[in-house]
């Protein structure tokens, strides 16, 4: 071979080499650039949802506050509505007594007049009747006692009594003030005499 030719195959060989060298900047280049952007892109994609969740998150708050001032709101106005149930409650309960003190106002203006007295213990009886009506209608009953056996939750003994007969040991003997219920509760205890 000649020199020409040996250096011709030379340079071929080493052209070669020479563009692989240069294909492997060039491919790193690339390879570089594609993570970048790839990088860019999830830093982008992180940016975009920590943008959503600030928002959801300022979303919730408000929701937060409107539903804790709605609370307060509701809050006060039940406190203000119970006020005025324990300061007015009994206003009806009164209303309703008015007749009663009216018909006993006009009993004692017919005793004061000397008037007839059966005609009086009529009057006094119904109003009697009267009041009893609106007692029932309250739901008060009167409790039943004498001749009952004695029940704490229901009775007061003022006193021991021996018993007539062996039968009213531990019962109801007499009722001294008669005890009334409301709604199966006690309103006031009866109080009585024990047999002992």
Known sequence: ????????????????????????PQDTVNEQTEQAETAAQADDDEAKRIAQLEADLEKEKKEYLFLMADFENFRRRTAKEKMDLIKNGAESAMRDLLPVVDDLERAIDAINKGGDLDSL????????????????????????????EFDTDLHEAVTMYPAPDPSMKGKVIDTTIKGYMINDKVLRHAKVVVGS
């Open 1 to 24: 071979m000649s020199k020409k030719n040996k250096k011709n195959r030379n340079d071929e060989e080493l052209k070669p080499q020479d563009e692989c060298q240069e294909q492997q």
């Open 121 to 148: 213990k009529e009057g006094v009886n119904l109003i009697y009747s009267k009041f009893e009506k609106y007692l029932t209608s309250q739901h008060v009953t009167p409790i039943d006692s004498t001749g009952k």
